[in-house]
């Protein structure tokens, strides 16, 4: 085996961020992914990209009806489309819901959005950053005092689009297997981060966090024993000591009289222990502490770079990371105990694919000629 997906058949039209993840995950456990690009070159920020691992690849100009119906015929041998234009583009070009169901009623049309189908910003344009600010989550995240940081485009691309998406394909899949009829995954990323901020309303509920106020709650870098302290290399080291025998255990191992300082989850007393937590770990480099405290109770961990992580004795044990092509990346994930994934193939030349899908569906050399020569199906740029 593969991967548990083996034996689906993705299309993937090319875009950005989420739903190339998307493609990518599903890669990874197996399934057949098929990039339709636009060009059978690519800009150069997308030259190395990893998500482009694992996939197939067919250039095809989408402004011409025999580049449309190419598609469309690869579309009646596909299992899922996963495609992220604004609402409505789709069914402009002519490859909407409507008309893949007619064809192929098994399909599951995966759509992606920010926004999501519908409501009054649904052909807006917006990033990440839009998203997570809308949904609540931005708001939530950085010092107190001080404007909201700017994180990763983690929670919105990624989290809430990208896995969202996945999540809401594999769910239609399972369900098309019974009943033999796809639908449309409508995976907005604003829908995806209130749904990764799950835990917060219910502990403002019961007085235990403030969505109001960021860098004074729990999780939130508020509290001391959940923070990241500077260490004497200019490095840093991250602290979780959340459960009270974790946090007695770290400070045992900092050399701190638990009698002498305030309580552990007194909010009042956490300014002051911050700074002394600040104090002590300033005295020792981040190598010297980890080598103290890491692997102990004390929930305390390096933080290392992109560059530094795939060194570490615990990624090199799991083998999290893998190169291809030249890039250090991540393995497939999860792990499975029995439909182990294959390691990803490499990147494929932009419409490698191309003339080899075509065929398989029925095309003609004279055909294939003819749509080469237009400008239709693009050949690699060589």
Request: aromatic letters at 6%; hydrophobic letters at 40%; a negative charge.
């Amino acid at each position: 085996m593969s991967g548990p997906l083996e034996g689906v058949r993705v299309v993937e039209l090319a875009g950005l961020g989420p739903a190339p993840m998307t493609g990518m995950m599903l890669a990874d456990m197996g399934a057949e992914v098929i990039c339709v690009e636009r060009a059978a070159r690519r800009p150069p920020l997308q030259r190395r990209d990893v998500s482009f691992r694992g996939k197939r690849s067919i250039a095809l100009n989408l402004k011409d009806p025999r580049g449309i119906e190419a598609l469309l015929r690869l579309l009646d041998t596909a299992d899922v489309l996963l495609e992220g234009y604004r609402p409505g583009v789709a069914e402009r070009l002519g490859f909407g819901p409507e008309v893949c169901h007619g064809r192929n009623p098994r399909l599951v049309y995966g759509r992606m959005t920010g926004w999501g189908q519908d409501g009054p910003l649904a052909k807006a344009a917006g990033h990440d950053i839009n998203y997570i600010a809308l949904a609540g989550a931005l708001h939530a995240i950085g010092r107190p005092d001080e404007k909201p940081a700017v994180p990763l485009n983690l929670l919105g691309d990624m989290g809430g689009g990208g896995m969202l998406l996945a999540f809401g394909v594999v769910c239609a899949l399972f369900e098309a297997r019974g009943s033999g009829q796809g639908q449309v995954v409508d995976a907005a990323m604003i829908d995806g981060v209130a749904q990764m901020m799950w835990m917060f309303p219910g502990l403002q509920a019961v007085g235990a966090w403030d969505l109001e106020r960021r860098g004074v709650n729990l999780l939130d870098g508020g509290a001391h024993f959940y923070d990241t302290y500077e260490t004497a290399d200019g490095k840093s080291v991250a602290v979780g000591a959340i459960e009270p025998q974790f946090y007695a255990e770290l400070l045992v191992r900092l050399g701190l009289d638990a009698a002498s300082l305030p309580p552990q989850d007194d909010p009042a007393g956490w300014p002051e222990l911050k700074a002394k937590l600040a104090e002590v770990f300033r005295t020792k480099p981040r190598d010297e502490w980890c080598a103290l405290l890491e692997g102990t109770d004390a929930c305390v961990a390096p933080v290392l770079s992109w560059n530094e992580a795939p060194r570490h004795p615990q990624h090199q044990a799991r083998g999290t990371f893998i190169e291809i092509d030249g890039v250090v990346q991540h393995a497939p994930a999860p792990r499975f105990s029995r439909t182990v994934p294959a390691r990803p193939e490499g990147m494929r030349a932009p419409g490698g694919d191309g003339e080899a899908l075509l065929e398989a569906l029925g095309y003609s050399s004279s055909e294939l000629a003819e749509l080469s020569d237009a400008g239709v199906l693009q050949r690699p740029d060589r």
